[in-house]
C-alpha cells in the first residue's frame, strides 16, 4: 500500500512508434517524497492499460493510508484508440483534453478512489496552469513540485498547519487549490537524486532510463515558455559524485546502462561537459545516451563534438528551430543560419554512425514568409543533408490571460508580448493566433509543418531521445544508425515487442 499514487504515462506516440520511455518528473516527485518519509506507488504506461487494469493496479495499492493520487500530466495519456497523433486534435476542449482522453473513462477511475479512500486528488505536471476544468481535483500544482509536493502531503497528513503557498480558484461551482511551485525555494542541487534502484519503481531489466544532471537553461529564446532559464553559467549543477552514484547505483539493480539526459541544454558550460566526460569515461561499465544541445556552442567548443562521441552519446537533438536570418535574430539566436547549416555538415562528418542527430524548425516565426518556407523543405530533403531526422511544428503562442497574471512566468515573451512582435493572439487561445504582416495563421502553419512532416519521413531515422525507447523495446543500435524509420517498421513488430514490455511491467505490478 502507499501514501501517494502517481498515474503516469512515457509519452504520446502511435501505435507503431516504439512506447517504453519513462519520463523524469513523476519519479523525481516519488524519490523527494520518499526521502520526507512517505511511500510511493508509480503507475507508468497508462496507455497500455485498460481502465479496468488501471483501477486494479491502484487497488493493490490504496488504502485507508493513503493520502492522495495524482495525475502526471506532462506526457500523458492517449486516447485509448491511440491509432496516431491525430487523435488529440479530435478531442473535445475541456475536460477530454486535460486528461489526452475520454473523461468519462477517466471519471470511472476517479469515483473508485472516492468510494474506497479519502485520498485527495492531484494534478500536476507542464498542463496543470493551462488545464484547470475538473472540480473532483482538490489541489492544482504548477511547475517543478520537488519541495511542494512535501508541504501538500504534510498539510494533508495532518502535520502542518497550513500550507506554504496556496490559492483558492474555483472550477464549475467548487472551490480548488492551487499551489504554485515557484513560490516555494528551489531544492538543493545536491538533493535531486532520482532513486532508480528502488525496487518498488518496478523497473525493467536493462530498461533506458532518464537522468538529470542540470536544470535550467542559460538561454532565454523568446518562444520559450521553460523556467529556470536565463540562468547564470555554472549554476544548478548537480554534484558529479552524486551523479556517479546515481548510475552506478542503477546500473547495479537493473544494469542500465543507456540514458535519456533530460538537462534542457546539455553542453551549456564547457566545464561541465569537461567534468561530465571524466565520470562517464569511468565507470564500470560504458554508457550510452542522448540528450539536447545547443549548435551555437557546439560551434564555440568544436573539440566537445569528440568529448561528447567519447563519453557515449549515440543520439542529441538541436532546436535549431529556423534558418531565416532575421527570424533566428528575433527569437535570440545568434549563429548565423549558414554557419548553423556548416556545423551541421561537420558534424555529420565527425559522428557519423555514431550519432543521430534530430532538428525542430519552428513555422511562424516573425519573419517566416511562404518563400522561406520553400528554401527550407528544399534544404532539409536534399540528397546530401546531415541530419538523420527533421521535424517541423507551427509557433505556438498561449496566454493565461490578465485573470491570471501569477501564471505569466509560465508564459513565453511572444506570448506575453505577442503585438510587440507583430502577432495577434487570441487569449486562452494557442491555435488562435495571426502574423498580418506575413500574412500567416497558426492554422496555415500546422498544416505546412504536417505536409514537410510527410516529405520528410522517407529519409527520416530514429533519433535522440527515441533511440532510448527503440532500445528499451529490443531494436539494436546497428539498425537505428544504418535504417529508416520506415524501414525499421518493416523490419520490426513493433505494436508487439511494446505489448511485450507492457506485459513484461504489468507483472512487476502484480496484475
Given amino acids: 500500500m502507499a501514501n501517494c499514487i502517481i498515474l503516469n504515462e512515457g509519452t504520446f506516440v502511435p501505435d507503431q512508434r516504439p512506447k517504453i520511455n519513462r519520463t523524469l518528473g513523476a519519479y523525481r516527485v516519488a524519490s523527494a ?13 497508462i496507455s497500455g492499460f485498460t481502465m479496468d487494469e488501471i483501477i486494479q493496479a491502484v487497488a493493490l495499492n490504496l488504502d485507508k493510508d493513503t493520502l492522495w493520487v495524482g495525475f502526471s500530466s506532462t506526457f500523458f495519456w492517449p486516447e485509448v484508440t491511440n491509432t496516431n497523433v491525430e487523435n488529440a486534435r479530435t478531442l473535445d476542449h475541456g475536460l477530454d483534453q486535460m486528461y489526452f482522453t475520454r473523461y468519462s473513462e477517466v471519471k470511472r477511475l476517479i469515483d473508485y478512489v472516492k468510494n474506497n479512500s479519502t485520498a485527495k486528488l492531484i494534478y500536476g505536471g507542464a498542463r496543470s496552469p493551462f488545464y484547470r476544468f475538473d472540480n473532483n481535483i482538490d489541489y492544482y ?20 498547519e497550513k500550507l ?38 518496478n523497473i525493467l ?85 542522448t540528450c539536447y544541445l545547443r549548435i551555437d556552442l557546439l560551434n564555440h567548443y568544436p573539440h566537445q563534438a ?51 542527430m534530430d532538428v ?15 528554401d527550407l523543405i528544399s534544404w532539409a530533403t536534399a540528397k546530401d543533408n546531415p541530419v538523420q531526422n527533421v521535424q517541423f511544428s507551427p509557433l505556438m503562442l498561449f496566454h493565461y490571460g490578465k485573470d491570471r497574471p501569477e501564471f505569466d512566468k509560465y508564459s513565453s515573451e511572444f506570448s506575453l508580448n505577442p503585438e510587440i512582435y507583430g502577432y495577434h493572439l487570441s487569449p486562452g487561445n494557442a491555435s488562435g493566433w495571426t502574423l498580418p504582416s506575413q500574412k500567416l495563421t497558426y492554422k496555415q502553419c500546422l498544416s505546412i509543418a504536417d505536409s514537410y512532416n510527410e516529405i520528410r519521413k522517407p529519409m527520416n531515422k530514429i533519433s535522440s531521445f527515441y533511440m532510448t525507447t527503440a532500445l528499451n523495446i529490443g531494436i539494436t543500435l546497428e539498425d537505428l544508425y544504418s535504417l529508416t524509420e520506415l524501414e525499421i517498421k518493416r523490419k520490426y513488430n513493433i505494436p508487439a515487442m511494446n505489448e511485450q514490455r507492457v506485459t513484461e511491467y504489468k507483472r512487476l505490478i502484480g496484475i
Fill in 306 to 356: 569528440q568529448l561528447l562521441a567519447d563519453m557515449g552519446m549515440i543520439g542529441c537533438f538541436f532546436g535549431i528551430e529556423t534558418l531565416h536570418p532575421k527570424s533566428a535574430v528575433s527569437i535570440g539566436k545568434g549563429l548565423h543560419p549558414t554557419k548553423v547549416k556548416d556545423r551541421l555538415y561537420w558534424l555529420g562528418e565527425q559522428w557519423k554512425n555514431r550519432v543521430n
Fill in 360 to 374: 525542430n524548425m519552428i513555422l511562424g516565426l516573425p519573419y517566416d514568409d511562404h518563400a522561406y518556407f520553400y
Fill in 33 to 45: 517524497l520518499e526521502d520526507a518519509g512517505y511511500s510511493t506507488f508509480v503507475l507508468d504506461f
Fill in 141 to 160: 500544482v504548477a511547475g517543478y513540485a520537488d519541495n511542494a509536493v512535501i508541504d501538500i502531503t504534510d498539510y494533508i497528513a495532518g502535520k502542518v
Fill in 205 to 289: 531489466p536493462g530498461e533506458g532510463l532518464p537522468m538529470e544532471m542540470a536544470r535550467g537553461c542559460i538561454f532565454k529564446c523568446k518562444f520559450c515558455s521553460f523556467q529556470l532559464t536565463g540562468k547564470k553559467k555554472g549554476t544548478y549543477l548537480r554534484d558529479i559524485e552524486e551523479c556517479r552514484d546515481e548510475l552506478i547505483r542503477t546500473w547495479e539493480a537493473h544494469g542500465t546502462t543507456n540514458y535519456y539526459i533530460t538537462d534542457d541544454t546539455f553542453n551549456d558550460d564547457n566545464d561541465k561537459i569537461e567534468n561530465l566526460h571524466r565520470l562517464f569515461t569511468s565507470l564500470p561499465f560504458k554508457p550510452t545516451f
Fill in 164 to 201: 506554504y503557498s496556496v490559492q483558492e480558484i474555483e472550477i464549475n461551482g467548487k472551490t480548488c487549490l492551487s499551489v504554485d511551485s515557484a513560490n516555494y525555494p528551489e531544492p538543493t542541487m545536491d538533493n535531486i537524486s532520482t532513486h532508480w534502484w528502488n525496487k518498488d519503481f
